[in-house]
């Protein structure tokens, strides 16, 4: 079992910046890949950033360039620094852990754990 824990989330101007802290319990994940989903009202959840043991890390384009993940395997932590905040970022932001190695970093079906979301709205 991986219990993850969200924090970070709040409400920000847009142009400001969030960083979102991720927190892993339970196992050792530093061969697995973590990554940030968000869900906005009436929309489905959706891949943001991802990254795994080696370093590889994915952007959605419409984060590219604004999002950075990072993470600390000593730490079990993985972070989601944010800048340059749209109202369009304004969802439910998601931790999430991929236990067993699969190339769709992307695909919500292809993540094991999850933590419990943490809010970000971004006012225009």
């Known amino acids: 079992q991986v219990q993850l824990v969200e924090s970070g989330g709040g409400l920000v101007q847009a142009g400001g910046s969030l960083r979102l802290s991720c927190a892993a319990s339970?196992?050792?994940?530093?061969?697995?890949?973590m990554a940030w989903f968000r869900q906005a009202p009436g929309k489905e959840r959706e891949f943001v950033t991802a990254?795994?043991?080696?370093?590889?890390?994915y952007y959605a384009d419409s984060v590219k360039g604004r999002f950075t993940i990072s993470r600390d395997n000593a730490k079990n932590t993985v972070n989601l620094q944010m800048n340059s905040l749209k109202p369009e970022d304004t969802a439910v932001y998601y931790c999430?852990?991929?236990?067993?190695?699969?190339?769709?970093?992307?695909?919500?079906?292809?993540?094991?754990?999850w933590g419990q979301g943490t809010q970000v709205t971004v006012s225009s």
């Open positions: 999430a852990v991929q236990i067993k190695y699969s190339p769709r970093y992307y695909s919500v079906n292809d993540y094991n754990y």
């Open positions: 339970g196992r050792t994940f530093s061969s697995l890949a």
């Open positions: 990254m795994r043991s080696g370093g590889s890390t």
